[in-house]
């Protein structure tokens, strides 16, 4: 059986991890934090790659990309997870689990965090948990593949 390959897929603003609010998304680099991830996801048996972009467009190229190339996928869309219905859509059409995550809890956030659009098209919802969040969803990936 060969190695199940997962995506990481972070979006707008995620490049500034350990930059920007640190009391909400920490103070390790989003390098560092993207490194623990993969090494994390090696020690569940999957490759893993990550890729990060602050445009939609290049998620949604990804997304749709990713229906060849990978098993699952664990996404961070950040502020297009309320609004993107093209991420939504792109989701939908690739046939693949996505987990949705989030380093901190939308839901305790502004009102305007509290909706995602792209939840109802994922395998499942992550949030709340820092970096963990994303080590939560590859340990979901591990289940749902």
């Known amino acids: 059986m060969s190695e199940k390959r997962v995506l990481l897929l972070l979006g707008p603003n995620l490049n500034l991890v350990g930059i920007r609010e640190k009391g909400v998304y ?3 680099s989003a390098s560092d934090v993207e490194r ?7 020690q569940l048996g999957f490759a893993c790659d990550v890729f990060q972009s602050n445009h939609e467009g290049d998620l949604v190229d990804k997304i749709q990309e990713a229906r060849e190339a990978y098993d699952g996928i664990v996404l961070n869309a950040g502020a297009l997870t309320h609004y993107s219905y093209a991420l939504r859509d792109a989701i939908a059409a690739v046939k693949i689990p996505v987990v949705e995550t989030h380093m901190s809890n939308i839901h305790a956030r502004e009102e305007f965090r509290h909706v995602s659009v792209i939840a109802p098209v994922c395998a499942g919802q992550i949030c709340g948990f820092g970096k963990q969040s994303y080590f939560l969803g590859l340990e979901a990936l591990k289940y749902l593949m």
């Open 26 to 28: 920490g103070e390790e």
């Open 36 to 42: 623990q991830a993969v090494e994390y996801a090696r």
